[in-house]
Each structure stands twice: as structure tokens, then as C-alpha cells.
């Protein structure tokens, strides 16, 4: 079993850039493709990174391509999404997930995840 605990969400100004740590427990968390997802008010959850259990491949949803990038340390148990350029549309929660399986968009791949942290961009 994963445990995931998100941090870094706040207010930032349009353009700016925030960093989003996700911390891990348990002891597989290096055989776990890892994923970002948020979720604004009234509308769906939806992808937002994607990255391999080895780091090597990394997928990107088109609305934060060249502006966001997913990263992340297996000796620290940690996958980081740095997001930069940001936009009043990022405004969400952005949940951490990980996913036993293949790198994959869909949410419902993915076993676990964190509680969420919010990211607020003003304009």
C-alpha cells in the first residue's frame, strides 16, 4: 500500500510558478507510475502529468504542455510538479495518484491517492 501526502498549493499571480511535492510511504513506491490530476469547482477531475516507475517516461496533458513538468526521486519518495507560466484555468485542487500499472491518463488506473492541495492563480 501507498500513502500519499501532497504540499506547495497557495495563491500565486498569473504568470507566476508554484512547486507541488507529493511524499510517499511504503515500501513498493518505486514499482508505481505516478500521476497528477485536479479538479476546479463544478467540473471533473482531470489529468494533468504523468510519469513512469522509472522515471524515464513522462506524458502530459496538451493544456499544461511546456509549462508543467513532472519529476521524481525514488530514493526520496517523491514526485514533484513544477508548474510554471501558470493561468487563472490552472485554479484547482491538484491531487497526487499512483497507478500499479502502465503510465496512463486515466484516472481510474490509478490505486491510490493524496488529499489534494489547492493551487490558486489570480489575473
Known amino acids: 500500500q501507498v500513502q500519499l501526502v501532497e504540499s506547495g498549493g497557495g495563491l500565486v499571480q498569473a504568470g507566476g510558478s508554484l512547486r507541488l511535492s507529493c511524499a510517499a510511504s511504503?515500501?513498493?513506491?518505486?514499482?508505481?507510475?505516478m500521476g497528477w490530476f485536479r479538479q476546479a469547482p463544478g467540473k471533473e477531475r482531470e489529468f494533468v502529468a504523468a510519469?513512469?516507475?522509472?522515471?524515464?517516461?513522462?506524458y502530459y496533458a496538451d493544456s499544461v504542455k511546456g509549462r508543467f513538468t513532472i519529476s521524481r526521486d525514488n530514493a526520496k519518495m517523491t514526485v514533484i510538479l513544477q508548474m510554471n507560466s501558470l493561468k487563472p484555468e490552472d485554479t484547482a485542487v491538484y491531487y497526487c495518484?499512483?497507478?500499479?500499472?502502465?503510465?496512463?491518463?486515466?484516472?481510474?488506473?490509478?490505486?491510490?491517492w493524496g488529499q489534494g492541495t489547492q493551487v490558486t492563480v489570480s489575473s
Open positions: 511504503g515500501r513498493t513506491f518505486s514499482s508505481y507510475a
Open positions: 495518484a499512483a497507478n500499479r500499472g502502465f503510465l496512463t491518463k486515466s484516472s481510474a488506473a490509478y490505486d491510490y
Open positions: 510519469i513512469s516507475w522509472s522515471g524515464g517516461s513522462t
